[in-house]
């Protein structure tokens, strides 16, 4: 069987992290934004982990 190639569009967005998980970034943080006030921006900034039911699937995808 050959090998698995890496989804490009999945491996731009997503990461694992140390621990095995997967790391995304939020989405809303890139136009529109003077009506979102302050905190909800500075919480857009920072990344979250994926829920585990699509985490197997995404690091398929990555993990080529």
């Known amino acids: ?3 698995l190639k890496t989804h490009r569009g999945a491996a731009k ?3 694992v992290t140390g621990g095995g998980r997967v790391a995304r970034r939020r989405s809303g943080h890139s136009h529109i ?3 979102k006030t ?3 921006k500075r919480r857009l900034r920072r990344s979250t982990l994926v829920v585990g039911a699509f985490a197997g699937k995404i690091k398929r995808l990555i993990q080529g």
């Open 1 to 3: 069987m050959p090998k």
């Open 13 to 15: 967005r997503f990461r």
């Open 33 to 35: 934004l003077t009506k």
């Open 38 to 40: 302050m905190k909800r």
